[in-house]
């Protein structure tokens, strides 16, 4: 797959104590394969869906060991040290700074003003994803859980390209960013029903053929289901947590129900 667009999601990965265990997990639910450990990157391993480069694992950095398991979406930069700038001047934090990984790329770390982490990547010799949208094992959405909406509405679009819409719906707090007229990741606003000690995040969607399967399959190997299954306009999804505490969610995208709702611009 090509270098996608600025602000586009192009990669994932997440740290774990156990990578094998961790392996295990998500070959069980998401039909992964893994690639050899780079020891020069920290032992940095590729996870691939039928053959294509879907996301990454790795242990934690020297001094990250105690650091809770996450999944990071990346988004894509032709600049990361610009896209870090504007993340500061807009009321981001950098979280780690833009730093060469070998001649993949660049990547940097970063917060948005509502506390959910996410990543930026410069794409040299690994453009990302190589799955297609939609495929299963593969990337699907991304959805930023915030409790500070108006703070993140105007944050995303001051540093990406991004068009903002939201939902014309009085009972759902929903935004969604437009990268030359492709939807490329949600915002949803934490309300009552969330717990008050959860902080905002950034939760990844895999595709997988079977939501309930999948669901079945992580609860049986030590996940917990955290929400779902639920049908939607976009899919069947659920969200989860692996046995290493990291969230993540599985969407069967061809299991539709209900009419897409009508959207807005942001103002």
Sequence with gaps: MAVQPEGTPCWADAMFADTER???????????TFGEAAPEFGDY???????????????????EEESPSAWCLYLASP??????????????EVLVEPMQVGDFGTMALARDPGGAAFGIWQANSHEG????????GGYCWGEV?????????A????????????????????AMFDVQGQTVLGRMAMGDDFPPDLPSFLIVYFSVPDCDAAVA???EHGGVLRFGPMNSPFGRFAALSDPQGASFAVI?????????????PVT
Excluded at 22 to 32: E, N, R, T
Excluded at 129 to 136: K, L, S, V, W, Y
Excluded at 145 to 153: E, S
Aim: glycine share 8%; aromatic share 12%; no cysteine.
């Design 129 to 136: 994803f190589e799955t297609e949208m939609g495929a299963p």
């Design 79 to 92: 600049d990361a040290a610009a896209t870090a700038g504007k993340v500061r001047d807009n009321g981001g």
């Design 45 to 63: 391993t590729q996870a691939f869906a039928d053959g294509k480069a879907a996301a990454a694992v790795s242990p934690p950095m020297p001094g």
């Design 155 to 174: 944050f995303y679009p001051a540093v990406f390209p991004y068009t903002a819409r939201k939902f014309d719906d009085e009972s759902m707090d929903f």
């Design 22 to 32: 961790a392996k295990s997990f998500y070959a069980d639910v998401l039909g992964w």
């Design 217 to 219: 399959k992580a609860t």
């Design 252 to 264: 069967d995208v061809t299991t539709t129900e209900g009419e897409m709702p009508a959207t807005s």
């Design 145 to 153: 859980f915030t409790r500070d909406p108006k703070a993140v509405d």
